[in-house]
């Protein structure tokens, strides 16, 4: 967001092409690198990971501390029993094992290429087109001036924060994943077919005031983003992360992010190539984008809302996942409330540990995750 309001303060106080308009953007971007690098000191460890690395002490503490509750907690105690089960058998996993386990079964699959599909369908919205040629856009609408398109697009980055830090705090546990998607795709697609079909239809006079029509259009890429921040923009990351089995998680985590930025860069360099040849076809290709990816919403994304992380699992089996995930659509048939309590955790892992020849029983992790407390 800040980032922003330095190129737009830079281009209105440095005149001319003097080398400073690019060095001193470029030097600022280093501070939040730092104050990222001094905040990871006092970062808590994930309780997953370090029980993925038979550290079930410090897993221990750690989970206690980002609960604030004690070790000897009740819940504590049960939430960590829970996570090593699910973990037995599948400790310090090679990358092969993994790539093996990610295709085992058509559930493992499923659930793993999930997480690349929405970060593949993220980049498909638009957003970076908008985030780096904002001021190109603004222009083709028909807002005039270098500085002020560099002003829309800060005001731009100030609603996409406060929205986007909105609806992770108010909407995506009320309203739910799958409906965040769904609804935020639809807004998304009408604010770029708008944006396109007014392109053609009333097309930027140089010489002419802004008309209604146009206003308009510049109202839809703020009307964007405010669907965009509740939706496309932090859900992918949130489902990526619960749906992720335990055991492949840091490779199906890398994969969903190497395809967030593979096709970042994609759209980056295909944008000004599309505004310049295709024009407000540009638009038009986002918006039917945003149209196929609320569909894959609808028929292929389970709600997981309220289900605990150790029974995710459970919402990827059955015979026909899609036809369950299109179910989640409608709250009367929705499974993530009889999941809510779920017992039922890590059978299948248990299944595949066993297939490996793992022999470790359950009782026997959670007599090693006690140890010392004798």
Same mark, same amino acid.
């Given at each position: 967001m800040l980032s922003y309001f330095v190129n737009y303060?830079?281009? /209105?106080?440095?005149?001319?092409?003097?080398a400073k308009k690019w060095r001193i953007p470029f030097a600022l971007q280093m501070l939040p690198g730092v104050l990222l690098l001094v905040g990871? #000191?006092?970062q808590n460890e994930s309780p997953r990971w370090l029980v993925e690395k038979n550290r079930h002490e410090e897993a221990r503490s750690a989970l206690a501390r980002v609960r604030s509750k004690s070790q000897e907690d009740p819940s #504590? #105690?049960?939430e960590l029993d829970e996570i090593i089960e699910d973990f037995m058998g599948h400790e310090k996993m090679s990358l092969r094992a993994q790539l093996k386990a990610v295709c085992e079964s058509k559930r493992m699959f499923y659930q793993c290429s999930m997480a690349v599909i929405l970060m593949f369908w993220q980049q498909w919205t638009g957003t970076n087109s908008i985030n780096y040629y904002s001021p190109q856009?603004?222009?083709?609408?028909?807002?005039?001036?270098?500085?002020?398109? /560099?002003f829309a697009t800060g005001i731009y980055g100030v609603v996409k924060v406060v929205l986007t830090s909105l609806g992770l705090m108010f909407m995506t546990e009320q309203v739910g994943r799958k409906w965040s998607l769904i609804v935020g795709a639809l807004g998304q697609a009408f604010a770029m077919?708008?944006?396109?079909?007014n392109g053609y239809v009333n097309p930027p006079n140089a010489n002419a005031a802004l008309t209604g029509s146009s206003i308009f259009a510049i109202v839809c890429v703020y009307l964007f983003v405010t669907f965009y921040s509740f939706g496309w923009g932090p859900i992918p990351f949130v489902l990526s992360s619960e749906c992720s089995p335990n055991h492949v998680r840091s490779l199906v985590m890398a994969c969903a /992010?190497?395809?967030?930025? /593979?096709?970042?860069? #994609?759209?980056?360099k295909l944008t000004p190539i599309m505004l310049a040849s295709i024009t407000n076809g540009t638009f038009l290709l986002f918006g039917s984008c945003c149209i196929a990816m609320g569909l894959y919403a609808v028929f292929c994304v389970p709600e997981?809302?309220?289900?605990p992380l150790e029974s995710i699992h459970l919402l990827f089996e059955g015979d026909s996942i899609v036809k369950s995930a299109t179910k989640d659509t409608l709250a009367r048939y929705r499974r993530a409330e009889g999941l809510k309590n779920a017992s039922n955790v890590g059978h299948d892992e248990d299944e595949f540990a066993k297939s490996?020849?793992?022999?470790?029983?359950?009782?026997?992790?959670?007599?090693?995750?006690?140890?010392?407390?004798?």
């Open positions: 303060g830079v281009n /209105l106080n440095i005149p001319g092409n003097s990871i #000191v006092f #504590v #105690v049960q856009i603004f222009a083709s609408i028909g807002l005039k001036g270098t500085s002020a398109g /560099l077919f708008y944006i396109g079909v /992010l190497m395809t967030q930025w /593979l096709f970042n860069f #994609v759209i980056a997981t809302k309220n289900v490996k020849g793992y022999n470790v029983r359950v009782e026997d992790a959670n007599r090693s995750s006690h140890a010392g407390q004798d």
